[in-house]
């Protein structure tokens, strides 16, 4: 079966512009999640959405935001960008947590 | 606030030799899962543990819980280089958010 598709791959971006990263998840799944990877602060929870809702939020600010759509498809977007912004940003699709979180090749963002 | 904590945080083995790799967390949880990432990837799932003693194995490596000790262990037996990678262990107390530990880096050599 189709795995998480994470669009773009790769994304080179200016200071103060904004950037969508979508997400399409595992056929079937409702859950969507979104994580940030950098080599300082590790991998940390941005939210995660379900059948539309967000459900849960990580500690980011009011830059970072997401929505999910009737087809469970999800978008993250980051306006204003900054430097600090440079990160992989992953998401992980569940059909449950007891089956675990699936996760997407990831969209490697460089902030310049 | 959920903590979880990985050592060590980097790991040279030789090909052949055993290792452990902990993980502890600070508070309950209702679910422990270990990935794998190998550098410029994605996390590739290993496994998920969901209860008390549970324990799973996958050719070279082996996955314990205990929920009483808040931890968690990844055992690698006879290490080979294709098992280089970084290994991170998460949690999650059913709010579908992972908190994931800081990784171990995993070297092996011959």
């Known amino acids: 079966k189709a795995g998480v598709t994470q669009t773009p791959r790769y994304l080179i971006k200016t200071r103060g512009q904004q950037v969508t990263l979508s997400c399409s998840p595992i056929?079937?799944?409702?859950?969507v999640s979104w994580y940030q990877q950098t080599p300082g602060q590790g991998l940390q929870f941005l939210f995660e959405?379900?059948?539309?809702?967000?459900?849960n939020k990580g500690n980011f600010p009011g830059r970072f935001s997401g929505r999910q759509f009737s087809n469970s498809r999800s978008e993250m977007n980051v306006s204003t960008l900054e430097l600090g912004d440079s990160a992989l940003y992953l998401c992980?699709?569940?059909?449950?947590?007891?089956?675990?979180?699936?996760f997407g090749s990831g969209t490697r963002l460089t902030v310049v | 606030e959920l903590k979880v904590e990985q050592n060590p945080l980097f790991l040279s083995m030789q090909e052949g030799k055993n290792y452990t790799i902990y993980c502890n967390y600070s508070?309950?949880?209702?679910?422990l899962y270990w990935y794998r990432q190998d550098p410029g990837k994605s996390l590739e799932s290993l496994f998920v543990?969901?209860?008390?003693?549970a324990v799973k194995q996958e050719g070279r490596l082996m996955a314990s819980l205990d929920t009483k000790a808040r931890l968690s262990t990844l055992h690698i037996t006879a290490a080979v280089h294709d098992l280089s990678a970084t290994y991170f262990c998460?949690?999650?107390?059913?709010?579908?958010?992972?908190?994931f530990g800081t990784g171990t880096r995993l070297q092996v050599f011959p």
């Open positions: 992980a699709s569940s059909l449950s947590g007891v089956d675990g979180y699936t």
């Open positions: 056929s079937g799944h409702r859950s």
């Open positions: 508070t309950t949880s209702d679910r």
């Open positions: 959405y379900f059948s539309e809702t967000q459900r």
């Open positions: 998460a949690v999650d107390r059913d709010t579908d958010k992972l908190i």
């Open positions: 543990l969901l209860s008390n003693g």
